[in-house]
């Protein structure tokens, strides 16, 4: 597994062009069962995907924090607000709460959320490959592609399953 999650970043930028034609092609006509088509493929991908084995998306990225977010972290923590954005989060360049550092503070070495039950909601919904409209995502998508095994795999599928490329009609 750790083998495949260090050749990530370049299996991604390796199939970043291929990808961007795709998801184009998917946003201008998104098929009317992709959310369907996408839980399934997400369904399948995690029966098969232990998030335990590998948690690369807490070692190496950091949700962003919504204010509900750290309200409820920082009361779970018994601590104020204020006190939990000072010690854990900064304000990145769009003004949305971040890590201060990865790996995330909560990631315990055997790979558990040590605030699981009240993690914030993006932690919640990583990899967003289940996401209704699904289609437009694409350019998060092909960012959690570098660091979510399953991510990728879903990806690789869905092209594999559901071939976008135009037929021609004529006749020769």
Do not use: W
């Not at 946003?27 to 399948?44: G, V």
């Amino acid at each position: 597994m750790q083998e495949f999650i260090d050749q990530l970043p370049k299996l991604a930028k390796d199939t970043q062009n291929e990808n961007k034609k795709y998801f184009a092609k998917l946003k201008k006509k998104p098929p009317k069962n992709l959310d369907r088509f996408m839980q399934e493929l997400h369904t399948k991908e995690f029966q098969k995907t232990d998030c335990l084995e590998c948690a690369n998306c807490c070692k190496t990225t950091g949700p962003l924090f919504t204010d509900i977010d750290v309200d409820r972290i920082a009361k779970h923590l018994k601590m104020k607000s204020i006190q939990f954005e000072n010690q854990y989060l900064k304000k990145d360049e769009d003004g949305d709460f971040v890590l201060k550092e990865v790996p995330c503070a909560f990631l315990a070495s055997d790979n558990y959320c040590l605030i699981y039950d009240v993690r914030p909601k993006a932690c919640k919904e990583f990899p967003h490959t289940d996401r209704k409209k699904f289609h437009q995502i694409s350019d998060l998508t092909m960012q959690n592609m570098a660091v979510c095994p399953a991510a990728y795999n879903i990806v690789e599928k869905m092209k594999e399953v559901m071939p976008l490329e135009h037929k021609s009609n004529r006749r020769v």
